[in-house]
């Protein structure tokens, strides 16, 4: 996990990708403990606690760690798609509570929806959400450089999390460009880049563009329809068609796509979890929009 260069003059002796595949789910146990901490101490409700110092440097050392395991792996020649979308995952799961998102999505009630609103409010506008929403993106990204047949079980479930990581962003961001303003009905269509917007395509390879958002300068974070492997441009053309997130039923129709698009066999069937996880989004986006007004008031 620490130290992957060990690994470099023994392709002949091991299977080295099922090595790396094994040591990035080793960061799991570390950030899921690390994710039950934050929430037993409640850093995100007191910031004078007096576990915040430590547990935000356990973040940006854990942090650091998957970072560096996922630059090694990119300066391999192994197939890396299945990693990297792993690693992605880990790296958004450290700014975001996978609980929270799926409590907002409605999973455990109304009244469970409304107290995870007044928690992901506080986020959203901070550098941890845009963090988790440059990485969901990334999921996106790696998902859809997926080998035919291969988007299923646990990384079907990946894109599931980053889709209600993008989801939940842009309702929040609606509700906050609607308390802020009463102008922004025009910015729920999908777009074209046309110029008339500072755009980061957050499935995009990384440039220059993510440090700038993450650090709070203002862009527009988008996606970016992606059809195939082969057709995929990772730095967005200016005809090419893109969903901004305060789109959130948009960005759950474009994971779809990424199911879809990964069976490409026309009429057949997908398998019965990556059809659950699309029937879930298809149903999140369907459900009536006036439902998060009533989240907008304190309890």
């Known amino acids: 996990m620490h130290d992957t260069s060990i690994l470099d003059d023994l392709h002949s002796e091991l299977d080295v990708s099922l090595c790396y595949t094994a040591a990035i789910h080793g960061f799991w146990s570390q950030i899921w403990a690390f994710r039950e901490s934050w929430k037993f101490h409640a850093i995100g409700e007191s910031r004078d ?20 395991f996922e630059q090694n792996l990119l300066s391999t020649r192994l197939a890396q798609s299945e990693i990297l979308i792993v690693a992605e995952l880990l790296l958004m799961i450290l700014h975001v509570s996978p609980e929270e998102l799926q409590r907002f999505a409605g ?6 929806a409304s107290q995870a609103f007044a928690s992901l409010e506080i986020w959203w506008d901070t550098e941890h959400a845009r ?3 440059w990485h969901a993106g990334q999921v996106f990204r790696w998902a859809s450089m997926f080998p035919p047949a291969e988007l299923r079980d646990f990384y079907a479930v990946a894109v599931y999390f980053a889709s209600l990581a993008l989801w939940s962003f842009g309702h929040l961001s609606i509700s906050k460009n609607s308390f802020n303003s009463s102008k922004n009905h ?9 110029g008339n917007g500072n755009f ?13 958002f993450i650090a709070g300068r203002h862009s527009i974070p988008v996606l970016t329809h992606m059809t195939s492997k082969a057709g995929f441009d990772s730095t967005g053309t200016q005809h090419e068609k893109l969903v901004r997130l305060n789109n959130p039923n948009g960005v759950l129709q474009l994971a779809r796509e990424l199911y879809r698009n990964n ?3 026309e009429g057949a069937p997908l398998p ?28």
């Open 200 to 212: 980061l395509v957050i499935n995009s390879e990384e440039i220059s563009g993510p440090r700038s």
């Open 186 to 194: 025009n910015n729920r269509a999908d777009l074209d880049d046309d």
């Open 131 to 133: 963090r988790a929403v």
């Open 263 to 265: 069976f490409p066999m």
């Open 49 to 68: 606690s007096v576990h915040r110092l430590w547990l935000v440097t356990q973040q940006r050392e854990l942090y650091r760690q998957v970072e560096a």
């Open 272 to 299: 019965p979890l990556v059809e659950n996880l699309g029937n879930l989004l298809r149903d999140l986006g369907g459900l009536p929009e006036n439902r998060f007004s009533s989240c907008v008031s304190p309890l």
């Open 107 to 112: 999973k455990s009630g109304v009244d469970a």
